[in-house]
């Protein structure tokens, strides 16, 4: 059984998250503060976090920088902050997803089980003989999920590499946000389009000599980006 924990401090609604999940099979704990949260993600084996935003002790963006610094594990976030600016520091921080309340249990639910469904189908992979992408400098492992520019490995998030792996093995193919939202991210992408540009952001910063002139992954203003070859 999947293990999900929700780092919530509003009793009542991690209760109804947790009912609700528990209806769909999957195994949950709660905890109410951002520092026991942070604890019992980095000790115990959790399949996937839903972070609240604002907690006491600490909050949920440095939770979440916390958590990725050490596992890969799908993360949820969620708040009642609507601002994009709360979401685009979220996502760079390394957080999967983004949710605004009020939001629907069964909306959650959905999510919860698309990322992990994705994760799952990714991490079953590493049975297989390893699948290579190489191309100008850049070295993919699929299997291994592992990356090198130019001989040097570097650390990608879990979406990170899900969307430099899809663009790499379609290139000169122009893919709007839309497309790549629904891709990586097996959802609609109204209302998250910041999603792909924060995640595209990274990756330019991880892979590209210079990020104000791109090399691999080019924007094709009003349309999307394609990775060139």
Sequence with gaps: MSRILIIEDEESIADLEKDYLELSDFQVQIENSGDRGLSAAL??????????????GMDGFEVCRKIREKKDIPILMVSAKKDDIDKIRGLGL???????????????????????SRY???????????????????????????????GEEKTFTTKEFDLLTFLAENPNHVYTKEELFREIWDMDSIGD????TVHIKKIRE????DTSKPQYIETIWGVGYRFKV
């Design 43 to 56: 000790a115990e084996d959790f399949d996937l976090v839903i972070l609240d935003l604002m907690l006491p």
């Design 94 to 116: 390394g957080a999967d997803d983004y949710m605004t309340k009020p939001f629907s249990p069964s909306e959650l639910v959905a999510r919860v089980k698309a990322h992990m």
């Design 120 to 150: 799952d189908r990714l991490v079953g992979s590493a049975q297989k003989t390893n699948d290579v992408v190489e191309i100008r400098g850049i070295k993919i492992d699929k299997t291994a999920r592992r990356v090198w520019i130019d």
């Design 193 to 196: 389009i910041a999603t792909v």
């Design 206 to 209: 991880k892979i590209e000599f």
